[in-house]
Structure formats: structure tokens, C-alpha cells
């Protein structure tokens, strides 16, 4: 099932996520925009219909700013969006570009109070001499309206692009992170943050990593993770120091001197880490596999799959057309038994880990007419092509996955493909 929009640069989804229950999806696009999705309620006469997502709410979070002191343009794009668990009736979102954090209140109107004593039914004020009865407003209903409003903005805090937000597990505080420093905020205070992780050397010039993504433990709220350019990742306990320089576990994999080459930094950088919805694992995606560490062996992960391993002979052609620095996330599905992480040519990859099976699949208006099954794509490399496979060198490079989100327990998915939102979801018989 697919959701589309025409084609412009505002237009392009930059981040999407399911809330803790998949019943609302939020995506955030280039042009600083947030549009959630609800679910269907399943009704008798449609029991087909359950899973459909519709239009629930679209809002202006960030608009473009100048910062006149850098003489800097700030994007409006949306870097990332995460949920926070329901606890009422109005739903929150914490939404960011690459400088400021705002908390969200999504919330339903479908009553109005009537009768005010003091105004008329336009809202003027009355005059107090003619109002000779004295009435008891009342609420009436009116058409469902949901609103948006933002009930906190934390700003000035990060000197470099945030491109991480993490939500703790204590759910009063979350953590924001840039390229060289990550800062712990409390959900109630805007004005400051502390600062829990700074890697920025005292001489710029010698920098030779940056922090690429990090995000809180699931269940234990002092723990959390962080990804470098190196491609290492440091596990840190906030309870060791206040400043988590020094982290407690370094995450590496010794590198293999026969696949050394000019490119090797570059695509060993980590663009996603996410940990298992149990905690107990790690997974990381850089240019070319996805790799699943186990929080207790930080010498090598326990498993890697091949994303695209067929790049590995246009790594060239990819440098010089700047994709090589594409940053492709990756996600879990809810047991932590299948992964999926994203592609070239409109394709997505997912792989079982237990059954260690992996397919791809595309995502395209061609390919996904509403409950058509997706057929799996290949990738020839050399040789000769058969029929259904596609040659890696007609491969659309400007047609990536770069953001994908699965449902917290069932088997739907949405998949952000430039300016489209595709959900997909398991046939159900």
C-alpha cells in the first residue's frame, strides 16, 4: 500500500517512526513538515480495511532560520522523530532539525463550550449592562479536530548538527547528539542541558572522528551508546562519571588487511545504531553490511550480512557521485528476529536471523499496487542476466532507502522512498 505525494525537495521524508503501540506513524520531511498517520479500526463489514493508514494530523515544526553570528542557513528539515509512551488522551513526539529539539502535543477536539455570559456566540464581549440572565455554558459537540502544539523547544545547545534524539527509559529525560557532543536534557527544563559526551580536541585539526548516531538502552536508563566515523561504538554507564569520556565497552572489529583500500575508512563509518527491542544486542549499519553486536563480546559482532556487497567494485563511481556518504539507517522487527536496512534502486533488504534467509524487495509505484505481493528482486552482477534479475549496472543510484520503521509487534512496515511512504504488510489470507 502506498501514500504519495508530487515531487519537490520539501517533499522528500527524511525520518519515519511507529509510536510505542503502530497504531500512528509520523514521518518528517525536507520542508520541516510532520504528517502522522492512524490506523484503521477494524469494522465487520471491512475486515480487509485493518491496517490501512490515513492522514491523522500534518504540522510546520521547524521552520528555516538564519543564525546571523555564523552567517549559517538552518534547514527546516526534520533530522529525526521520536515518540514518547501515551500516558493521556493527547499523544507527544519529540521532533529536531540540525539545531533545535521541540516536544509535541497531538491532541483531539470534538466539543466546544457554548453560552458564555460575558461574549456572544461570535466571541465579542457583551455589554455587562444588557446581560439580565445568568447562564451555565455548555459543551457541544462539533467535527473531530486534532490539533498540534508545541509545549517545549530546547535550543542553543548544540553547536554542530544534531543527528540523533533518544528518548530514556525513565521518560523524563532524553539525550540529543551532534557531531562531537551529546547532551542529556530533562523533559521539563529548556533553558539548559548537560553535557554527557565531548570528543571535540582542543586543536580542531587534529579531529579524526565524529559521532555519528547514539541511542539510549532500553530498560536501563543510565546506559547508552554511541557510533563514530571510525566505525567503533562506545557503550557508556552514566553512573561511572558524570562525563562519559570514558566509556565502558568499545565495540571493533579488527580490520582485514586483504580488503584494504582507499575507500576503507569511508565505508566502515557507522550511519545507524540501534539496540535490540530486548536489550541484549546491538545492531550497526555502515556503507556495505549490517552488523549485530552481543553487548558482551566487543571484539567482533556476532553476525554481519551483506547489504549490497555488488558495490564493492563501484565504490569509484559512488565517491564521485557523493553517495558514498549516504547515511542508511537500519531497524528491528519486534522479537529482534529479522533486521531491515535499505538500498539503491528503490530496494530493501531484510534478513532472518534465524533461519539466516535474506531477500530483497522493492519499493515502487510499478512493483506496489494496493495488496499486490512484492516479488523478490536480484542483482546480477556479471555474466549473463536472467530474465528477472536486474544488472548492477542499471542500478538508480538516485532512488535510495535511506529511512525505514517496523511496527513494535506485528509484521507491517514503512518504507521511505524519496517522497513516498510505502506500508507494507504480511498477506493475510
Known amino acids: 500500500r502506498n501514500k504519495t505525494t508530487c515531487l519537490l525537495k520539501a517533499d522528500i521524508i527524511s ?3 511507529f509510536n510505542h503501540t503502530g497504531e500512528l506513524l509520523a514521518t518528517g520531511d525536507k520542508g520541516g513538515r510532520v504528517v502522522i498517520f492512524q490506523r484503521e479500526q477494524e469494522s465487520k463489514n471491512q475486515v480487509h480495511r485493518r491496517g490501512e493508514y490515513n492522514v491523522y494530523s500534518t504540522f510546520q515544526s521547524h521552520e528555516p532560520e538564519f543564525d546571523y553570528l555564523k552567517s549559517l542557513e538552518i534547514e527546516e528539515k526534520i533530522n529525526k522523530i521520536r515518540w514518547l509512551p501515551q500516558q493521556n488522551a493527547a499523544y507527544f513526539l519529540l521532533s529536531t532539525n540540525d539545531k533545535t529539539v521541540k516536544l509535541w502535543k497531538v491532541s483531539e477536539r470534538d466539543k466546544r463550550p457554548e453560552g458564555y455570559n460575558l461574549k456572544d456566540e461570535e466571541g465579542r464581549l457583551r455589554d455587562p449592562a444588557t446581560i439580565t440572565t445568568l447562564r451555565v455554558p455548555v ?9 498540534a502544539t508545541p509545549r517545549r523547544v530546547f535550543a542553543n545547545a548544540h ?8 528518548v530514556n527509559s525513565d521518560y523524563e529525560t532524553y539525550m540529543s547528539a551532534d ?10 527544563i529548556t533553558n539548559q542541558s548537560f553535557n554527557i559526551v565531548d570528543i571535540k580536541p582542543a586543536n580542531m585539526e587534529e ?5 555519528t548516531a547514539a541511542e539510549f538502552h532500553p530498560h536501563h536508563c543510565n546506559t547508552f551508546v554511541y557510533s563514530s566515523s571510525k566505525g567503533t561504538i562506545r557503550l557508556c554507564d552514566m553512573r561511572a562519571s558524570a562525563l562519559c569520556d570514558r566509556h565502558t565497552k568499545f565495540f571493533e572489529e579488527p580490520e582485514d588487511p586483504s580488503n584494504r583500500s ?7 563509518s557507522i550511519s545507524d545504531v540501534k539496540f535490540s527491542h530486548s536489550g541484549r544486542y546491538i545492531m550497526t549499519r555502515d556503507y556495505l553490511t549490517v552488523k549485530v553486536w552481543d553487548l558482551n563480546m566487543e571484539n567482533r559482532p556476532i553476525e554481519t550480512y551483506q547489504v549490497h556487497d555488488y558495490l564493492r567494485s563501484k565504490l569509484c563511481s559512488l565517491y564521485e557521485n557523493d553517495c558514498i556518504f549516504d547515511k542508511f539507517e537500519c531497524v528491528w522487527n519486534g522479537s529482534d528476529s529479522v533486521i531491515m536496512t535499505g538500498s539503491y534502486n528503490n530496494f530493501f533488504r531484510m534478513f532472518d536471523r ?8 522493492e519499493a515502487s509505484r510499478e512493483n506496489s499496487k494496493p495488496r499486490a505481493i512484492l516479488k523478490p528482486r536480484k542483482v546480477c552482477v556479471g555474466g549473463k542476466r536472467r530474465k528477472d534479475e536486474i544488472s548492477v549496472d542499471s542500478l538508480d543510484f538516485s532512488k535510495k532507502i535511506l529511512h525505514t520503521a517496523w511496527h513494535p ?6 518504507v521511505a522512498a524519496t517522497n513516498n511512504l510505502y506500508i507494507f504488510q504480511d498477506k493475510v489470507n
Open 179 to 188: 557531531d562531537l557532543r551529546i547532551n542529556l536534557w530533562n523533559f521539563e
Open 354 to 361: 534465524n533461519t539466516k534467509r535474506d531477500v530483497t524487495l
Open 15 to 17: 525520518t519515519v517512526e
Open 139 to 147: 459543551l457541544r459537540p462539533m467535527d473531530l479536530m486534532v490539533e
Open 207 to 211: 579531529l579524526t572522528e565524529v559521532i
Open 409 to 414: 509487534s506485528e509484521n507491517i512496515i514503512a
Open 159 to 166: 553547536t554542530y548538527h544534531i543527528n540523533s534524539i533518544s
Open 262 to 268: 582507499f575507500f576503507s575508512e569511508i565505508i566502515s
